[in-house]
């Protein structure tokens, strides 16, 4: 079982930035597609960002210019560093990974860091 740890959450003004981190227990190169998900009180979770084949990127249309994600291939590490925040970015953050094993897809979940942003 792969195992993704989320860290970098907490709180942070209006206008300020964070940078996520999801550690993976495993070389992240074997996996297909890696990406954030955030999830804000009440409402459901939603896609923020995913990385694919290594460097093809998709953002969230609301969120493109102000949110980045990379991964460390060497640090077995996945960002998201999170720019010009507002309060509507306040959420749980959660980092997803995708891999082929015994020759079926599997999909593994961290278990999320907080965003609160907030004056």
């Known amino acids: 079982q792969v195992q993704l740890v989320e860290s970098g959450g907490g709180l942070v003004q209006p206008g300020g930035s964070l940078r996520l981190s999801c550690a993976a227990s495993?070389?992240?190169?074997?996996?297909?597609?890696m990406g954030w998900y955030r999830e804000a009180p009440g409402k459901a979770r939603e896609l923020v960002a995913r990385?694919?084949?290594?460097?093809?990127?998709y953002y969230r249309t609301s969120l493109k210019g102000r949110f980045t994600i990379t991964r460390d291939n060497a640090k077995n590490t996945l960002y998201l560093q999170m720019n010009s925040l507002t309060p509507e970015d306040t959420a749980v953050y959660y980092c997803?990974?995708?891999?082929?094993?015994?020759?079926?897809?599997?999909?593994?979940w961290g278990q999320g860091t907080r965003v609160t942003v907030s004056a």
């Open positions: 990385i694919t084949g290594g460097t093809s990127t």
């Open positions: 997803n990974a995708g891999a082929f094993r015994g020759g079926s897809w599997s999909d593994y």
């Open positions: 495993e070389n992240i190169t074997s996996m297909v597609v």
